[in-house]
């Protein structure tokens, strides 16, 4: 390879490479396209590493093998792929230049990335933690809703097939069968095209697709990635399939206990049989991936979860976390009948008492929520270099009522500061010490990501998010960020200044550069008690 960097494999390829095809080295296909060196070789292709000769850039070309490229059908179909991703423009789709035929060599040019497949992650690391398994779900969703309303549908949603860039962006590739959804499955023969592993259950039967058979398939793949092992499992391709058909996937918590409650209903539900009975659409289970994302990122303080060793099996280890939720339940209970005896004491003993004509007890109000005025604000960058902050003459724009104008980051080459900085933010000096009942945040919509820190203090200096406890977070942020706080105690959100703490830039912008822009801040609360 030209400079020594990993590369992608945009394709579905084997963990064992063939070899590569002797006289390609070197080869210019089309006059215009100079090889390299194999990526990887999957059943249909083989992926290079190349240089446009024209442009000057490098890219990824994918070749048909050559004991298929004379047979009509493989070749038509390895056509559609082209076709079919250029119909697609996404920060989300690996990205399709050019197609090639030379010589009998048929080839479609792609876009190159410094990535690695989810599957070599996975067959590295065996599971991914819940957090970052949302997040690749969030992007992939993304890539599958702009697909679907193109109409297509990919069809073999597979880990092979995602890629985790090293600059934190995820990408889906190879639409080599993917269809219209008016059109039924592509078969060869009689035999299914596809991985069975990942295939939804009216893909298996040759029944009519639609978006739907795509979500089961990705839920498929973050199954394996909260449990490290696929729902259903033979010896064979048929006996997976035909698990699939007539068996219930067991619950991700039973195989590992700290998957949380609300992320594991939600795969569960991507792998109900009947395409009816799961999510409708791509943004309706982002939606509620959303959802279980903030449950997952709960804005209440309190202690790590500790997870016992499992000795005993799936079942215990089960039984364990449900008691584990169970006995604050009951807790909680107690407390709150408790509270309500007292309430009822409480309320007869003031009755009685105004009844006997005795003066009425004082009861305390509760301050009135309006919007908190805000002094000024200061972009806080702990780890940057000169001038402290960022874009200093921009940060009145955060809230100055007008949406049409915003504070922003500068810009980054990756999402994660290429791990130079923790993260970047800016603080939100309050005109008197409030407690805080909301937080709203209005601005990119990119999939960034932060933490919100209610600090008592008037300046910023000696403040390090790394070491303090966010008082929220939220992540993969697509549209506003809405933060109701009043569920936590008021000492938690009482202070002089907000800290708006940014963790991750999400996909880049038109300029292929990372930042964030906050257009509009609004606080709302009421004057902390002394």
Request: charged share 25%.
């Given at each position: 390879?030209?400079?020594?960097?990993?590369?992608?494999?945009?394709?579905?390829?084997?963990?064992?490479?063939?070899?590569?095809?002797?006289?390609?080295?070197?080869?210019?296909?089309?006059?215009?396209?100079e090889?390299?060196?194999?990526?990887g070789?999957?059943?249909?292709?083989?992926?290079?590493?190349?240089?446009?000769?024209?442009l000057?850039?490098?890219?990824?070309?994918?070749?048909?093998?050559?004991?298929?490229?004379?047979?009509?059908?493989?070749?038509?179909?390895?056509?559609?792929?082209?076709?079919?991703?250029?119909?697609?423009?996404?920060?989300?789709?690996?990205?399709?230049?050019?197609?090639?035929?030379?010589?009998?060599?048929?080839?479609?040019?792609?876009?190159?990335?410094?990535?690695?497949?989810?599957?070599?992650?996975?067959?590295?690391?065996?599971?991914?933690?819940?957090?970052?398994?949302?997040?690749?779900?969030?992007?992939?969703?993304?890539?599958?809703?702009?697909?679907?309303r193109?109409?297509?549908?990919?069809?073999?949603?597979?880990?092979?097939?995602?890629?985790?860039?090293?600059?934190?962006?995820?990408?889906?590739?190879?639409?080599?069968?993917?269809?219209?959804?008016?059109?039924?499955?592509?078969?060869?023969?009689?035999?299914?095209?596809?991985?069975?592993?990942?295939?939804?259950?009216?893909?298996?039967?040759?029944?009519?697709?639609d978006?739907?058979?795509?979500?089961?398939?990705?839920?498929?793949?973050?199954?394996?990635?909260?449990?490290?092992?696929?729902?259903?499992?033979?010896?064979?391709?048929?006996?997976?399939?035909?698990?699939?058909?007539?068996?219930?996937?067991?619950?991700?918590?039973?195989?590992?206990?700290?998957?949380?409650?609300?992320?594991?209903a939600?795969?569960?539900?991507?792998?109900?049989?009947?395409?009816?009975?799961?999510?409708?659409?791509?943004?309706?289970?982002?939606?509620?991936?959303?959802?279980?994302?903030?449950?997952?990122?709960?804005?209440?303080?309190?202690?790590?979860?500790?997870?016992?060793?499992?000795?005993?099996?799936?079942?215990?280890?089960?039984?364990?976390?449900?008691?584990?939720?169970?006995?604050?339940?009951?807790?909680?209970?107690?407390?709150?009948?408790?509270?309500?005896?007292?309430?009822?004491?409480?309320?007869?003993?003031?009755?009685?008492?105004?009844?006997?004509?005795?003066?009425?007890?004082?009861?305390?109000?509760?301050?009135?929520?309006?919007?908190?005025?805000?002094?000024?604000?200061?972009?806080?960058?702990?780890?940057?270099?000169?001038?402290?902050?960022?874009?200093?003459q921009?940060?009145?724009?955060?809230?100055?009522?007008?949406?049409?104008?915003?504070?922003?980051?500068?810009?980054?080459?990756?999402?994660?500061?290429?791990?130079?900085?923790?993260?970047?933010?800016?603080?939100?000096?309050?005109?008197?010490?409030?407690?805080?009942?909301?937080?709203l945040?209005?601005g990119?919509?990119?999939?960034?990501?932060?933490?919100?820190?209610?600090?008592?203090?008037?300046?910023?200096?000696?403040?390090?998010?790394?070491?303090?406890?966010?008082?929220?977070?939220?992540?993969?942020?697509?549209?506003?960020?809405?933060l109701?706080?009043?569920?936590?105690?008021?000492?938690?959100?009482?202070?002089?200044?907000?800290?708006?703490?940014?963790?991750?830039?999400?996909?880049?912008?038109?300029?292929?550069?990372?930042?964030?822009?906050i257009?509009?801040?609004?606080?709302?609360?009421?004057?902390?008690?002394?």
């Amino acid at each position: 390879m030209a400079d020594g960097r990993a590369r992608p494999n945009p394709t579905d390829v084997t963990r064992v490479e063939a070899a590569p095809v002797q006289g390609f080295v070197g080869l210019t296909l089309c006059g215009r396209y100079e090889l390299h060196g194999l990526i990887g070789s999957g059943g249909m292709a083989q992926v290079w590493d190349a240089t446009d000769l024209i442009l000057g850039r490098e890219v990824a070309v994918k070749i048909l093998h050559p004991h298929l490229s004379g047979d009509e059908t493989f070749v038509t179909r390895f056509r559609a792929e082209a076709v079919s991703a250029a119909r697609l423009s996404h920060p989300n789709i690996v990205g399709v230049y050019d197609t090639c035929s030379d010589n009998g060599n048929e080839a479609i040019v792609m876009e190159l990335l410094d990535a690695t497949t989810l599957r070599s992650y996975l067959d590295e690391h065996h599971i991914v933690d819940s957090d970052t398994t949302i997040r690749i779900g969030l992007r992939l969703l993304d890539a599958l809703e702009a697909a679907h309303r193109a109409g297509l549908v990919h069809r073999d949603v597979k880990p092979s097939n995602i890629l985790l860039c090293v600059d934190g962006r995820v990408k889906i590739a190879d639409f080599g069968i993917a269809k219209a959804e008016d059109q039924t499955e592509l078969t060869q023969d009689g035999a299914l095209v596809g991985t069975a592993t990942y295939l939804s259950p009216e893909q298996l039967l040759g029944n009519k697709i639609d978006g739907r058979a795509d979500l089961y398939s990705l839920g498929i793949v973050m199954y394996e990635c909260l449990t490290g092992r696929v729902p259903f499992q033979g010896d064979t391709g048929a006996a997976v399939a035909l698990a699939r058909l007539h068996s219930v996937p067991l619950d991700p918590r039973r195989v590992r206990s700290d998957v949380p409650p609300g992320l594991a209903a939600t795969v569960m539900r991507t792998l109900e049989r009947d395409p009816d009975d799961r999510f409708n659409s791509a943004a309706d289970l982002r939606a509620a991936l959303l959802n279980t994302s903030v449950e997952a990122q709960p804005v209440r303080s309190r202690p790590a979860v500790q997870i016992d060793p499992d000795p005993t099996g799936p079942g215990e280890s089960f039984a364990k976390s449900e008691r584990k939720w169970l006995y604050p339940a009951l807790f909680i209970l107690l407390v709150a009948t408790a509270l309500v005896i007292a309430g009822l004491l409480v309320r007869e003993t003031t009755l009685d008492d105004e009844s006997s004509g005795s003066a009425s007890s004082a009861t305390t109000s509760v301050p009135a929520s309006s919007e908190l005025a805000i002094a000024d604000a200061i972009p806080f960058d702990p780890q940057g270099k000169g001038e402290p902050g960022e874009n200093n003459q921009l940060k009145a724009k955060a809230f100055d009522r007008d949406p049409e104008t915003a504070w922003r980051t500068e810009g980054y080459d990756t999402a994660n500061f290429f791990g130079s900085k923790k993260g970047v933010g800016l603080g939100l000096v309050l005109e008197e010490r409030s407690l805080v009942d909301r937080v709203l945040i209005e601005g990119s919509t990119n999939g960034w990501s932060g933490s919100i820190y209610i600090i008592d203090a008037e300046d910023l200096d000696g403040v390090d998010p790394g070491t303090s406890k966010p008082t929220a977070t939220f992540q993969d942020v697509s549209g506003a960020v809405d933060l109701d706080l009043t569920q936590l105690d008021a000492s938690q959100r009482t202070g002089s200044s907000v800290l708006i703490w940014i963790t991750n830039l999400g996909s880049p912008q038109e300029d292929e550069r990372h930042r964030v822009e906050i257009a509009e801040i609004t606080l709302t609360g009421s004057a902390a008690a002394n």
